[in-house]
């Protein structure tokens, strides 16, 4: 067990929707990473949040958002779902802002867009 | 971000010992070498880091040659449990935060082990 709480572990829509995933990091935990992976992409860094401000930025789509609360859980809100966002999304989460390369996962999101 | 490039599968037995190379040519002088292990719907899970020679840990060994263009990861006597994807990644731990964070994890290597 990382310490890392992803919600929900599975999720089906339709295309069109609009879906929300939680992430709560590690306790004492100030970064949080959102990761996708799905078949033919490998595992795709989304963002990163610390301390409630975004950090980094990846390939995130314009209909993808995030945010940090500060409880420090984070949110993945993915709207206007096409069936090619069918994916797991992993949080990841680390105690300071660098990425050290020991990034603690959670178990992922697994969403399937019908 | 230093390229990496790694066998895409490798098969073994149990109790033998398995390499894994991970080639990274381009690897920068600041750039560490972090191997992540992933099963089937689960998240990754850090394996080891190392930046030179030779690291050891409880479950892993990281090989890293003078010129570090290469890494090797050995798993000693794998079982049947150690079957699952294998990520090399390299990048700058002290860059900022902002480099080394959008690393992308790539394809990694499958490794199954036989009984």
């Known amino acids: 067990d990382s310490g890392v709480t992803q919600t929900p572990k599975h999720l089906i829509t339709a295309t069109g929707q609009r879906v929300t995933l939680r992430c709560s990091p590690r306790s004492g935990d100030l970064s949080v990473y959102w990761y996708q992976q799905s078949l033919d992409q490998g595992l795709q860094f989304l963002i990163q949040?610390?301390?409630?401000?975004?950090?980094a930025k990846g390939n995130i789509l314009e209909r993808f958002s995030a945010q940090q609360f500060p409880d420090l859980h984070s949110e993945l809100n993915l709207s206007s779902l096409e069936l090619g966002d069918s994916a797991l999304y992993f949080c990841?989460?680390?105690?300071?802002?660098?990425?050290?390369?020991?990034?603690?996962f959670g178990e992922g999101s697994r969403l399937t867009v019908l | 971000l230093a390229k990496t490039t790694q066998p895409i599968s490798m098969d073994s037995y149990e109790g033998q010992e398995v390499n894994i190379t991970c080639s990274h040519n381009n690897i920068a002088t600041n750039d560490y070498i972090t191997w992540y292990q992933q099963f089937p719907s689960q998240g990754p899970r850090f394996i080891i880091q190392?930046?030179?020679t030779k690291v050891t840990n409880e479950v892993a060994s990281l090989f890293i040659p003078a010129d570090r263009k290469s890494s090797t990861l050995s798993l000693p006597r794998v079982s049947l449990s150690d079957t699952a994807v294998y990520y090399c990644l390299v990048g700058d731990v002290n860059a900022g935060g902002t480099s080394y964070g959008k690393l992308t994890f790539g394809q990694g290597t499958i490794l199954t082990v036989h009984p």
């Open positions: 190392g930046y030179k």
């Open positions: 949040y610390y301390n409630g401000e975004e950090r």
């Open positions: 990841a989460s680390t105690r300071g802002p660098l990425n050290t390369g020991e990034l603690f």
